[in-house]
C-alpha cells in the first residue's frame, strides 16, 4: 500500500510539473511573439471612424440627445 502511494504521489509530481512547464512556456513564447510583432510591425494609423455610412462623425455635444432619442423611441415600441 505504501509503494502504490508513493507512485501516485511522483505521477502526480510529474504531471503538475509537466503541466507548468508548458505553462511557462506557451507564457514566453506569447511574449516573445508580442515583442518581436510590436518591433517588426509600424504602429497603426488612428482614423476617426463615421457614426454611419456616409456620415460625417458625431458631434459629442449632440451624443446625449442621441442617446436620449434612441432611448425614448425603444421604450416606445415596447409598449
Do not use: C
Not at 510583432?37 to 457614426?51: D, G, H, W, Y
Not at 436620449?68 to 416606445?76: D, F, L, V, Y
Request: no cysteine.
Amino acid at each position: 500500500m505504501n509503494n502504490l502511494l508513493w507512485e501516485g504521489f511522483n505521477l502526480m509530481i510529474i504531471g503538475m510539473g509537466a503541466v507548468f512547464l508548458f505553462l511557462v512556456l506557451l507564457v514566453v513564447t506569447t511574449t516573445l511573439m508580442s515583442t518581436l510583432i510590436a518591433r517588426l510591425l509600424p504602429p497603426a494609423e488612428l482614423r476617426p471612424t463615421p457614426s454611419g455610412p456616409g456620415q460625417p462623425p458625431a458631434d459629442d455635444a449632440q451624443l446625449p440627445a442621441v442617446i436620449t432619442a434612441a432611448i425614448h423611441r425603444h421604450r416606445s415600441r415596447r409598449k
